[in-house]
């Protein structure tokens, strides 16, 4: 009698909306039976053996899943007692760790956390149970990652057999800002026509490669190395029913296949980035990607691009700046599609964008469109079968949707408002917008270059815009809030007439733990500007905060006018303006005191660039409010602007609300008879303790501090004088 063959196992690959296609073709490839799409996934059918195949070498698929339990789940106490019903023992060591993931739709089960709370309960209270010792949690590389699937009170639990997303191949060493998903890139690539270009002996170009990820992938592919060989870390590698001979039978045939295929790999990857660190970046993750040899990137703007020597015919692809990621506006696109007709006519082209306007822009015909979603973002990428010469189309300026429209009105008006301030007041830094209209949540900050400044980023002009957004409720969905900057973005680049690399753009995104501003650029560059007497160093694009707060100007120049012959101290010194202020008003001595040596030393450039140095201006590195316990000089002016909390490794922990009274004393200490504090902070839940006012004189002056440029936001900060009784 033979033994009867072992039922096949069931399977699914989660995947981006918009994959799901491509997956299905990618998995019957893989000798997965029984294929049926989902929405953002797909189940298959097969052995232990087709999970680990999936898992090595799915170029698309973002987990692979093996469920292992299907019950009802209509509330908590029915999912703890299903989820307790499974022998957990099978999958996991009583001293091991593990992770849950829940994903809810539609589920009388409303909040995913505490869902993969009680399921670990239900699972470690069995382990506790049995033998007195339970698994521990690890959420980063568990032994086991458990996923739970509720829809409409059906819930699947599920062994995640990859551990961690699967577009996180290993080879990625460095990256730019808005990186494609490695997945995405090569659903891009798959649908512009990557296979035909290899069997054509054609080459590929991507003229805006930033950190080189369609450009990897498609090597790789070329080489058939599997996306997964270089990752060191599977959900299955010490799960319970983990068949070690197979998987280290597959990695060894997926060795040998990459070793002849880089062996066989041409130089036919070309990319291209205005950016000199973008390039620098691609090279880096192409030599630990293994494909370096077969990559040629340079520094080259898109109207610059022609086809590599010798090369006739080939696939341009390319993910170009789009929406609030990079803000790129109508030039970028006109100048792609201008390049294309010029030198690459005959060739095919794909284009990823999630914004109509600017694809138009290319004046391209595009055969087809695909719907694809980079994160929770909407895209569509253009497929061009054949390029056509043709008359490049002249400059026209961008026409502006109706709600851009009406932020660009506002903007127009903000600026014929202020306009008589500014020239009165000499004003060349100022916030023209902040959320005027509410549904376009950020503020605009415009800063003029200092007409000498022989280190201004770019010598076309003297003009930069600062965006910061602001977080956009729950309620408002992501899609939405993505539009409205946009939006406000070609709006505010219009009015003011300044192309995308002159607007500084610090933007929100949203994920566990809350909203969190996006990663800023990296770009090291300064620009002068004036204030009053002074000139100052800010940086618009490295941080969150430029260097100078546009809200306590009215402040400087208080004690700029306050400051001659006067011994100066300013607290929490940041980037030193005050001190500048103080110094050109002709104080006898400034001290500036941080506990950031980043900021003394910006501080020091910017005492140095209006001739300020030596003994009467000294910078400290310290924690201010032991430094001022200890400290035994005098000061006749004191500028105290402290953070809202600190929490920095080389200090005790700073809490303004709660410490606000400690440091007043002690700055009182520090006064001169006669001499004045002032003191501000921007923490819009402040309140200055009553016990200051029974010990020294106290007069709260905000509404004099607020500049007209931030009469719409009275709460930016508050303001204190206070002097000796």
Known sequence: MTDMPAAPLRFFATC?????????????????????????????????????RACLWSRLASRVLLPIHTFDAPDDASLYAAVSAVDWWQHLESDGTLAVDANLFASGLTHARYVEQRVKDAIVDQFRARQGERPSVDTMQPDVRINLSVRRDKATLSIDLSGDSLHRRGWRVEQVAA?????????????????????????????VCGSGTLLIEAARYAADIAPGLQRDYFGFQRWGGHDPEVWQRLRSEARERAERGVAALTPRFFGFDIDPDAVRVTLRNAESAGVAAALHVETRAVADLAPPPGASAGLVVCNPPYDERLAADATLYRELGAALKRGFAGWHAAVLSADAQLTRA????????????????????????????????????????????????????????????????????????????????????????????????????????????????????????RQRLQDLLLAAMQVFELPRDRVAIKTRQRGKGG????????????????????????????????????????????????ARDRR??????????????????????????????????????????????????????????PWLRAERGEYDLIFCDPPTFSNSARAADFDLQREHVDLIRACMARLSFGGLLLFSNNFRRFRLDPVLGDEFAVVEITPKTIPPDFSRNPRIHGAWEIRAR
């Open 16 to 52: 981006a909306k918009g994959l799901e296609y491509l997956l299905v073709d990618e998995l019957r490839d893989l000798g997965a039976l029984d294929v049926r799409e989902a929405l953002a996934g797909v189940a298959f059918e097969g052995t232990l053996e087709t999970g680990y």
């Open 179 to 207: 990186p494609l998903k490695e997945t995405l890139a090569c659903a891009v690539l798959l649908r512009a026509g990557l296979q035909q270009m290899l069997a054509d002996g054609g080459v590929l170009v991507d003229p």
């Open 362 to 481: 290319l004046g391209l015909s595009a055969a087809k469109r695909y719907t694809l979603y980079n994160g929770a973002l909407k895209c569509e990428l253009l497929r061009i079968d054949r390029i056509e010469p043709g008359r490049v189309a002249t400059h026209t300026p961008q026409v502006l949707s109706d709600n851009a429209q009406m932020v660009a009105n506002r903007l127009r008006k903000n600026l014929r408002t202020l306009k008589s301030w500014r020239e009165r007041e000499g004003v060349t830094c100022y916030r023209v917008y902040d959320a005027d209209l509410p549904e376009y949540a950020a503020a605009i900050d415009v800063y003029r270059g200092a007409p000498d400044a022989d280190d201004a980023l770019d010598p076309r002009g003297d003009l930069w815009l600062h965006v910061q957004e602001y977080q956009a409720p729950a309620s408002i969905p992501e899609e939405t809030a």
């Open 515 to 562: 909203s969190k501003y996006a990663r800023s650029e990296r770009r090291g560059e300064f620009l002068r500007v004036r204030e009053g007497a002074a000139t100052l160093r800010v940086n618009l694009f490295d941080h969150l905060d430029t260097g100078l707060f546009l809200d306590h100007r009215p402040l400087r120049a208080r004690i700029a006018a306050e």
């Open 568 to 625: 100066v101290l300013n607290l929490f010194c940041y980037t030193g303006a005050v001190s500048v202020q103080a110094g050109v008003g002709g104080a006898a001595t400034t001290t500036s005191v941080d506990l950031s040596a980043s900021y003394l030393e910006w501080a020091a450039s910017n005492l140095a660039l209006n001739g300020l140095g030596g003994r009467e201006h000294r910078l400290v590195q310290a924690d201010v409010l």
